[in-house]
T-cell receptor, first 114, second 115 residues
Framework: DTEVTQTPKHLVMGMTNKKSLKCEQHMGHRAMYWYKQKAKKPPELMFVYSYEKLSINESVPSRFSPECPNSSLLNLHLHALQPEDSALYLC?????????????FGDGTRLSIL | RKEVEQDPGPFNVPEGATVAFNCTYSNSASQSFFWYRQDCRKEPKLLMSVYSSGNEDGRFTAQLNRASQYISLLIRDSKLSDSATYLCVVNMGSAGGTSYGKLTFGQGTILTVHP
């Protein structure tokens, strides 16, 4: 069982919809991440939050908007997505961002854009 | 050159076999190294961190060669449940750098263990 919880597990939305993906961890980790993973490809980093502040944005289009309300929660707000945005979205957390800090992944939200 | 490069695979081995995966990374300043496994349509799960002195966890042994920028994973006595994609993962960040905390994933190597 993963200690990083993501909801929803599956999401189908139209290109004009607004939806949010949610991620929660209660391990006391201070760094949280969003990744996008297409089929048969490795995860690609989107955003890194460290101590609730955005520290890395990997040039992600503005139709993806991250939010970190507190140290346990991470949201990804979606608006006006494109069909090519269909993918598995993974949240991860780690104790910090430095040194030998492995990241622990949630089981993802499988997103389909119609 | 890719930042993290793995054996292309796929590997198809019988139960009980020993199998080795190799990985090279391009950034000599890389800080930390991991092997993750990912089952089909599941999330990546940490298999083990890789330390400079090499480390072992049961049937799994990881090695790091910083001079050659090379990481390996050895699986002994393969089980059917070892079938998965194995991801070589490198943290290339350095203290104060903008890429601190960024993991870079290899393309993954698919392992199938058959009866």
């Amino acid at each position: 069982d993963t200690e990083v919880t993501q909801t929803p597990k599956h999401l189908v939305m139209g290109m004009t919809n607004k939806k949010s993906l949610k991620c929660e961890q209660h391990m006391g980790h201070r760094a949280m991440y969003w990744y996008k993973q297409k089929a048969k490809k490795p995860p690609e980093l989107m955003f890194v939050y460290s101590y609730e502040k955005l520290s890395i944005n990997e040039s992600v289009p503005s139709r993806f908007s991250p939010e970190c309300p507190n140290s346990s929660l991470l949201n990804l707000h979606l608006h006006a997505l494109q069909p090519e945005d269909s993918a598995l979205y993974l949240c991860a957390s780690s104790q910090g961002t430095g040194g030998n800090q492995p990241q622990h992944f949630g089981d993802g939200t499988r997103l389909s854009i119609l | 050159r890719k930042e993290v490069e793995q054996d292309p695979g796929p590997f198809n081995v019988p139960e009980g076999a020993t199998v080795a995966f190799n990985c090279t990374y391009s950034n000599s300043a890389s800080q930390s190294f991991f092997w993750y496994r990912q089952d089909c349509r599941k999330e990546p799960k940490l298999l083990m961190s890789v330390y400079s002195s090499g480390n072992e966890d049961g049937r799994f042994t990881a090695q790091l060669n910083r001079a050659s920028q090379y990481i390996s994973l050895l699986i002994r006595d393969s089980k059917l449940s070892d079938s998965a994609t194995y991801l070589c993962v490198v943290n290339m960040g350095s203290a104060g750098g903008t890429s601190y905390g960024k993991l870079t994933f290899g393309q993954g190597t698919i392992l199938t263990v058959h009866p």
